[in-house]
């Protein structure tokens, strides 16, 4: 079965600098969420969307942007990075008309920021 | 928000001897509770689920139980595998569809040969 799919698997940066990581979820899906894990925390809810729009915002910093488009992958736009963003950053999606509320994470983008 | 709480952080246990693992939630809200299990390098994957209309659940080796009343919720392995090795979160939404999660703090469940 498809899996959701995220880009790129590793990724390294300098402090200051911009990252876009993206994300491709299981065909049907509606709805996105993007987690951050830091080193041995559990995931932590940045943001979601539903449909495109976004639907519940977590504790993302303002220096984070993300949108999902209308094939339903999404994209985290990272600007001005500091030591801190270093992290696993987990792509999860699910489809509302199932009413499951399943989510399926996909293998992660793990970002160091140097 | 809701805040989960997870124990025991580390648990070992001998090969073919049952696992427990404990959480408790604080919204009453909160309605839906999902386990993932999370080996290195790799993201959470959903082992067992349940539902506040229900109170146990079991796939195979792999049960969970739930107490609406006292907000709190176990996961039981029995007959441990060295692959269950791996690390535990235990998470709660309100389950109205497309609702974000909130996660324990995780257990590092090591079995021994």
Redesign the interface.
């Known amino acids: 079965a498809a899996g ?1 799919i995220q880009s790129p698997r590793h990724l390294i940066k300098e402090k200051r600098e911009t990252a876009t990581l993206k994300c491709y979820p299981i065909p049907r899906h ?2 996105v ?1 993007w ?1 951050q894990q830091g080193p041995g ?5 940045l943001i ?1 969307f ?1 449909e495109k729009m976004q ?2 915002k ?1 504790s993302i910093p303002d220096r984070f942007s993300a949108q999902q488009f209308s094939d339903y992958h999404s994209e985290l736009n990272m600007s001005s990075l500091e030591l801190g963003d270093s992290a696993l950053y ?1 792509c999860a999606s ?1 489809r ?1 008309a199932t ?1 499951t ?8 983008t793990r970002l160091t920021v140097l | 928000g809701e805040n989960v709480e997870q124990h025991p952080s580390t648990l070992s246990v001998q090969e073919g001897d049952s696992a427990v693992i404990k959480c408790t939630y604080s919204d009453s809200a909160s309605n839906y509770f999902p386990w993932y299990k999370q080996e290195l390098g790799k993201g959470p994957q959903l082992i067992i689920d349940i539902r506040s209309n229900v109170g146990e659940k079991k796939d195979q080796r792999i049960a969970v139980t739930l107490n609406k009343t006292a907000k709190h919720f176990s996961l039981h392995i029995t007959e441990t595998q060295p692959e269950d090795s791996a690390v535990y979160f235990c998470a709660a939404s309100r389950g109205f569809g497309n609702e974000k999660l909130t996660f324990g703090t995780g257990t590092r469940l090591t079995i021994i040969p």
């Open positions: 959701v509606d709805t969420y987690y925390q559990d995931p932590q809810f979601s539903y639907s519940d977590g987990f699910s509302l009413s509320d399943t989510q399926y994470f996909g293998p992660g």
